[in-house]
């Protein structure tokens, strides 16, 4: 935290000069761990800020995973039809100010502090008036809805920050409300089964919108079906109004044909790796459709499209001698995808992990996910204070792997190079792999937190002296 105090405008409100500035301003709040599921203090926020969310048309989305990059491709998509976007999402990798998108690129420090400052004079007027003061989300929230009123976008792409009906972001009424699969995760706070998250993820289906449902459990279907007959919402579901017709691994991606609401797109390339990112990528198309109107898109406009999707920290490929491959899978369900995705695409022999969990998470589904694929394991921990410490996560490590399969390196980098060394080297520990030298890989996953930290440091790595 910085010591000295802000300096404030003539509401006494802190600004702030420096990005470093609105960090520290921002973590001094509630953190995003901490809730108190409350529409009011949102709701009053935006008010006096002029309602924001209101003078654009917002796509809004939940699930429990696949948002971010089903979010990434929904801008892309509208950006290539001259469409000028503001994209909200979150957690970031890296840096904060990743969380708020102006045609496709992260607000600068400048703009950030400047949106910051925007919103500043009205927090202490918000935080007098609740039982409670206004959080770390629902200010970063109000701040990218002001950025976007400001900027001005013709449309915004609001991805939820945890659950739906009484997330900050569901302030907006979403003109076409995206669910992506639904499993469990922050059971604590959502319910221990995918039909209690569903109904509060339900929540962000408001009237007159289109509802873009991925294919989804039985019983979580019924209830997102149930959530549209009582609010009038149109519902397009996986699998009969869109979906995958064919989908091929390819060098740097998949090969797909994929079935929109308004006609059928082939030889698409997209440069993201698993069945999982077709199924975000068919979803994306449809929410596009279902906003631009009753008219197919323009096939070659898709293709150019697609093509330039990216998705930093989903199974991506961050250094080749030897491979490193980050994903942010942090819950079984997103473990499972990204494990499967490893399957079709990659042959690494020996494919080591870095795992880093956080302590509210489940980490031995996590681990058990990637279990079949990894030769070997090693426990690290991120920086976080909710990180799950090395050591008890090589506990329940050794349950899954055994013990001669998993050891524990509690700094990130340590353990990086040690997951190195063995997937070059195709032994663990002087006992063989059963490969040759070079022919490994690592992947680093567990949490988003971990797989940030691990992207910061091997780019720093990889930039050359002086760059």
């Known amino acids: ?28 709040r509630w953190p995003e761990t901490r809730l108190e599921p409350s529409m009011d203090r949102i709701r009053a926020f935006t008010q006096l800020l002029g309602d924001p969310q209101r003078t654009y048309p917002v796509i809004h989305l939940t699930g429990t995973n696949g948002k971010t990059s089903t979010a990434r491709m929904v801008d892309t998509l509208l950006r290539a039809h001259d469409l000028r976007t503001g994209r909200f999402t979150s957690p970031h990798l890296e840096r904060l100010n990743e969380r708020i998108c102006v045609d496709g690129e992260p607000l600068t420090d400048e703009e950030f502090v400047r949106a910051f400052n925007d919103v500043a004079p009205y927090t202490q007027l918000v935080d007098a008036s609740q039982p409670y003061p206004l959080s770390f989300f629902e200010t970063v929230v109000a701040m990218a809805y002001a950025a976007f009123a400001d900027a001005p976008v013709d449309v915004a792409i609001v991805e939820v920050g945890l659950g739906g009906l009484w997330d900050a972001t569901n302030v907006a009424d979403g003109v076409v409300a995206v669910v992506t699969p639904i499993g469990v995760d922050h059971a604590h706070l959502l319910g221990d089964t995918p039909e209690a998250i569903a109904v509060e993820k339900a929540g962000i289906i408001k009237p007159g919108a289109t509802a873009v449902l991925t294919e989804q459990l039985p019983g979580p279907a019924e209830i997102l079906l149930r959530r549209c007959a009582e609010v009038g919402a149109t519902p397009v579901r996986e699998g009969l109004e869109f979906g995958v017709l064919s989908r091929t691994p390819a060098v740097g991606g998949q090969l797909l044909t994929l079935k929109g609401l308004r006609a059928e797109y082939d030889e698409i390339f997209l440069p993201l790796y698993g069945a999982h990112q077709a199924q975000n990528a068919v979803t994306a198309l449809a929410a596009v459709e279902a906003f631009l109107g009753d008219q197919p898109l323009d096939a070659e406009l898709v293709r150019e499209a697609f093509a330039r999707v990216s998705s930093p920290g989903r199974l991506e490929i961050i250094r080749r001698s030897p491979m490193i491959l980050l994903d942010a899978a942090h819950n079984p369900h997103g473990a499972e995808r990204a494990a499967a995705a490893l399957e079709d695409s990659f042959a690494f022999s020996p494919l080591v992990g870095v795992l880093g969990v956080m302590a509210d998470k489940e980490a031995e589904g996590v681990l058990a996910a990637f279990e079949p694929h990894l030769a070997h394991v090693v426990c690290t921990q991120s920086s976080s204070s909710r990180s799950l410490p090395a050591a008890e996560l090589a506990v329940i490590a050794r349950e899954v792997f055994g013990g001669d399969r998993v050891s524990i390196a509690p700094r990130l980098a340590d353990a990086i190079d040690e997951a190195t060394t063995l997937a070059e080297a195709g032994g663990t520990h002087g006992t063989s792999m059963g490969s040759s030298i070079g022919t490994g890989a690592v992947l680093i996953t567990g949490s988003v937190v971990t797989v940030g930290e691990a992207r910061a440091m091997l780019r720093r790595r990889e930039r050359p002296a002086g760059g």
Not at 5 to 28: I, N
């Open 1 to 28: 935290m910085t010591d000295a105090p802000l300096p404030s405008d003539a509401s006494g409100a802190r600004l702030a000069q420096t990005f470093a500035e609105v960090e520290d301003a921002l973590l001094s």
